[in-house]
């Protein structure tokens, strides 16, 4: 990777409808160059995908916690299992394996605090391998970003 698929990368990452022909202009390669760049890009993996950054509070999602959780056995099945869970599970949204006081930390999102209530009794309560869960509440968002800094 050149300093070009760096400069591409920027500027994709910020706005992904960039036109072919500003990113060429950009970069001062062809659009040719450009197509193909990205094409390769995307086949190596670098772009894993191309979306839409929607703002949670018009759909109705008011709450985002950060929770530490810690599981009762370390049985490789029993974190097998609960990983699953919390990829299948759309109000999480990131989700960590971390070394630590915890095991993991995940991010998720609800509507109101009945709707979080309501997540952590399907979600930990119910998972008998949940040791504890330690939430934070965010109470405002001061940076979220999916941009990875390239330099």
């Given amino acids: ?24 202009d950009i970069t001062g390669i062809s659009t040719a160059s450009v197509q193909r760049r990205m ?6 993996g670098v772009i894993k995908s191309e979306v839409a950054i929607l703002d949670p509070k018009p759909l109705g999602l008011g709450i985002t916690a950060i929770v530490a959780v810690e599981l009762e ?18 109000q999480v949204t990131h989700f960590y394996c971390i070394a630590g006081d915890a095991d993991f930390i995940l991010i998720m999102m609800a509507k109101d605090i009945a709707d979080y209530e309501a997540f952590t009794h399907r979600f930990f309560f119910a998972d008998k391998n949940v040791r ?3 939430t934070s509440m965010v109470v405002s968002t001061e940076k979220a970003t999916s941009q990875v800094p390239i330099g």
């Fill in 1 to 24: 990777m050149d300093r070009t698929d760096r400069k591409l990368l920027d500027h994709l990452q910020k706005n992904a409808r960039t036109p072919i022909q500003t990113l060429a």
């Fill in 39 to 44: 094409r390769a890009l995307r086949e190596a």
């Fill in 73 to 90: 056995r370390d049985r490789l099945d029993y974190i097998q299992a609960f990983k699953r869970k919390a990829h299948q599970d759309p």
């Fill in 132 to 134: 504890k869960f330690r």
